[in-house]
T-cell receptor, first 113, second 115 residues
Framework: AQSVAQPEDQVNVAEGNPLTVKCTYS??????LFWYVQYPNRGLQFLLK??????LVKGSYGFEAEFNKSQTSFHLKKPSALVSDSALYFC???????????FGSGTRLSIRP | GAVVSQHPSRVICKSGTSVKIECRSL??????MFWYRQFPKQSLMLMAT?????????EQGVEKDKFLINHASLTLSTLTVTSAHPEDSSFYIC???????????FGPGTRLTVT
C-alpha cells in the first residue's frame, strides 16, 4: 500500500532564512510525488511534482523539492522564506498503478518577520 | 489552465436534512473526479473516486448510502450528504482529472456545517 509521512506538524522559520519541510513515502515501484499548499479555508494549490528525470524539481513561488530514492524522501525547500509562505503544506504520493493520490498529514509552515 | 469549481462554498444545514455539493470542471472534461474530506487541522482523506457514467468507488469506512456521489457528465459530479449530522461538519474538496495519467486539479472546497 502507498503511504506518505510528514514527520513535522509545524515548522517555524525566520523570514529570509532557508526552509525545509520533510516528506517520506512508501510505494511499490516508481512513485509520482507532489507538493501542495493550502491557505485558510481554501482548496489546494499545486506547487510541484516529480515523475521522472532530475531529482531536483523546481516549482511555483520559488519552491523546489529533492527526490531521494535511497532515503525515500521528497523534502520541500526554499532558499529564502517569505512571510507570505506561511500556510499548510501537503506532500502526496501516487502509485503509477493506482488511480488515486494519497496525502500526508500536513505541515504548518510559519514564517516570522 | 484547468479550473475546478465547487458550489456552494459554504452551507449550513439542520441535522436530519440532506445537502448537495456540486463539483464542476470548467474548461476540461473530467473522466474521473475525487471527493476528499478534511477535518480541522488535519489532512485530506479520500472518500470516493467516481468515473463518469459508472458507480463511485468508496474508500473503506465511508458509507456509500450516506454520501451519495453522482458523476453524470464529464464536467459535473455531485456529493449529497444524506440525513446530515453534526459530525458530518467538515471541509469537502473535490478534484478532477482528464485521463488516468493527467494532472489532478482541486476545487476550492465547500465548508459544511450541520447544526
Amino acid at each position: 500500500a502507498q503511504s506518505v509521512a510528514q514527520p513535522e506538524d509545524q515548522v517555524n522559520v525566520a523570514e529570509g532564512n532557508p526552509l525545509t519541510v520533510k516528506c517520506t513515502y512508501s510505494v511499490s515501484g516508481n512513485p509520482y510525488l507532489f507538493w501542495y499548499v493550502q491557505y485558510p479555508n481554501r482548496g489546494l494549490q499545486f506547487l510541484l511534482k516529480y515523475i521522472t528525470g532530475d531529482n531536483l524539481v523546481k516549482g511555483s513561488y520559488g519552491f523546489e523539492a529533492e527526490f531521494n530514492k535511497s532515503q525515500t524522501s521528497f523534502h520541500l525547500k526554499k532558499p529564502s522564506a517569505l512571510v507570505s509562505d506561511s500556510a499548510l503544506y501537503f506532500c502526496a504520493v501516487r502509485d503509477k498503478r493506482a488511480s488515486k493520490i494519497i496525502f500526508g498529514s500536513g505541515t504548518r509552515l510559519s514564517i516570522r518577520p | 489552465g484547468a479550473v475546478v469549481s465547487q458550489h456552494p462554498s459554504r452551507v449550513i444545514c439542520k441535522s436530519g436534512t440532506s445537502v448537495k455539493i456540486e463539483c464542476r470542471s470548467l474548461d476540461f472534461q473530467a473522466t474521473t473526479m475525487f471527493w476528499y474530506r478534511q477535518f480541522p487541522k488535519q489532512s485530506l482523506m479520500l472518500m470516493a473516486t467516481s468515473n463518469e457514467g459508472s458507480k463511485a468507488t468508496y474508500e473503506q469506512g465511508v458509507e456509500k448510502d450516506k454520501f451519495l456521489i453522482n458523476h453524470a457528465s464529464l464536467t459535473l459530479s455531485t456529493l449529497t450528504v444524506t440525513s446530515a449530522h453534526p459530525e458530518d461538519s467538515s471541509f469537502y474538496i473535490c478534484s478532477a482529472r482528464r485521463t488516468p495519467n493527467s494532472e489532478q486539479y482541486f476545487g476550492p472546497g465547500t465548508r459544511l456545517t450541520v447544526t
